[in-house]
């Protein structure tokens, strides 16, 4: 569905999701490299566990939570790809302290 444009000459970057290597390229949010790899959904809601997704891109909808770096509640619309960063789905809630 979302695809990179064939000049984009930004330089790669690598970082993990749920375990798995990811390209990104420079500049890119953390839910846009997601988007871009095929990888959805990104979390899943506290009481159903329904599954979501990246959705506004600009931090309204909180539909894209994730851990990065073991630090969950992150938007991933809002951080920017480091290489060699972490990031996990979240599942649910995050515990307070954790």
């Known amino acids: 569905m979302f695809k990179r444009p064939r000049e984009d000459a930004r330089a790669s970057l690598r970082f993990t999701f749920d ?10 949010s953390v839910a846009a490299a997601l988007l871009a790899a095929g ?9 159903s566990g329904a599954p979501r997704a990246p959705y506004c891109m600009m931090g309204v909808c909180f539909d894209c939570l994730v ?7 992150r938007q991933a619309c809002l951080v920017p790809v480091r290489d060699g960063m972490a990031v996990e789905s979240q599942r649910g809630k995050r515990e307070l302290g954790a």
Do not use: S, Y
């Not at 990888?39 to 009481?47: D, E, K, M, S």
């Not at 851990?67 to 509640?73: C, F, L, Q, S, T």
């Open 19 to 28: 375990g798995a290597a990811v390209e990104a390229r420079e500049g890119d």
């Open 39 to 47: 990888a959805t959904p990104c979390r899943t809601t506290p009481v």
């Open 67 to 73: 851990v990065v770096d073991g630090v969950g509640n």
